[in-house]
């Protein structure tokens, strides 16, 4: 029987690979992902363009608007007049940032006296603007902590464990992990059954000597094998090419991948089995991968949404998986860091087979 199996599993890879489009769907998400994503989907402010409204015109407002020109976050300064001007910058959008130093800036600051300015923010860019403010501060901080006095108090000291830059890519491509094998998976297992009926050997395979739940894992393994080698080259691609640590054990990276592919499996498996055609189960895929991204904590933290789709969240077995990788990656995650979201997974997986197994049955009874 087992032999058996393998020769379904060696199908299963002849169909997917024997092809050059399915090669192709297989390899240009990790290409186009790997090369947009961490350029693309990041937080860090980078090239914006900054106004200065200048109403002192004294050393310390030149020395400033030199230090935060000096950024990388502000390539380009303006130079504005009044607040007529700023204004009309930013509602049409020439600038994220905007500053304004007042007509006795540079006069308080040499007698060490309270010199505040304004830091206006583009509202309609509000995670932008305040991410560009917020290094804008760091600057001025900076400098009223050179100059000393009461003005100098830079605030509290901060220190960033685990990305002490905060380097967008170490969230995003860890997370990428997870994304594309996610995307591997259900492609894979979601076509499987589905191309049998459109090819029309859906009934030969019925008719083998194989029980269901042996074809069931003659479909899943291809799915798993495919994921975890997407998922692997992505790891890969991180560390190597885009020098994102990695403090954890191997190993275990390798068996979280296979457990979130069994938990995908039975989803992939699921919508094969009620699905005709391959154009159902494609857009099966979508419909379920879409929002099993967004309540992962992939986009924003689970803990700020609301409590319905936070029970949702205890059931996606990506919320999971994604915390195991960046762990592996950035915490120097072990067993015992990685059990706690390992077995939700498998529970997961053992509910989403089950059900899989159930409706196959009764599509062929």
């Known amino acids: 029987m087992l032999k058996r199996l393998l020769r379904l599993v060696v199908k299963e890879l002849q169909a997917l690979l024997g092809q050059r489009q399915g090669r192709i769907m297989l390899i240009m998400p990790v290409i186009l992902q790997t090369l947009l994503f961490p350029f693309a989907a990041t937080l860090d402010v980078r090239d914006s363009t900054l106004l200065i409204v200048d109403q002192d015109g004294g050393a310390a407002s030149r020395e400033l ?117 996610t995307i591997g998976c259900l492609m894979v297992t979601a076509l499987s059954v589905s191309r049998e009926r459109e090819e029309g050997t859906f009934e030969q395979l019925l008719v083998s000597p194989l029980t269901p739940a042996y074809i069931m894992a003659g479909k899943a393994i291809p799915g798993i094998l495919v ?3 997407q998922g692997t080259l992505i790891a890969a691609i991180a560390h190597g090419g885009y020098g994102v640590p990695y403090t954890g054990s191997v190993p275990l990276l390798f068996v979280g991948m296979f457990c979130y592919g069994l938990a995908l499996a039975g989803v992939g498996l699921f919508i094969s089995s009620i699905s005709s055609t391959q154009q159902q189960a494609f857009l099966g895929v979508f419909a379920f991968m879409v929002p099993a991204t967004i309540v992962s904590g992939f986009v924003a933290p689970i803990e700020n949404m609301p409590a319905l789709l936070q029970g949702v969240a205890r059931v996606d077995a990506l919320a999971y998986f994604i915390p195991i990788v960046k762990g592996l990656f950035l915490k120097s995650y072990g067993w015992a860091d990685v059990w706690p979201r390992l077995w939700p997974m498998l529970a997961i997986a053992t509910f989403t087979l089950t059900v899989a197994l159930r409706m196959f049955r009764r599509h062929i009874a």
């Open 227 to 229: 994921a975890m080698v």
């Open 65 to 181: 608007t030199l230090r935060l020109a000096r950024t990388a976050s502000f390539t380009q300064v303006i130079a504005v007049h009044g607040e007529a001007e700023m204004r009309s910058a930013i509602d049409n959008q020439r600038a994220l940032l905007a500053v304004r130093f007042g007509p006795d800036f540079s006069r308080r600051i040499a007698r060490g006296e309270s010199a505040p300015l304004q830091i206006v923010i583009d509202g309609r860019r509000s995670n932008a603007g305040q991410i560009a403010a917020s290094y804008a501060q760091e600057v001025i901080a900076g400098y009223l902590a050179e100059r000393g006095g009461p003005a100098a108090d830079p605030g509290p000291r901060l220190r960033n464990e685990f990305n002490p830059n905060l380097d967008f890519k170490w969230h995003i491509l860890p997370s990428l992990v997870g994304i594309i094998t």
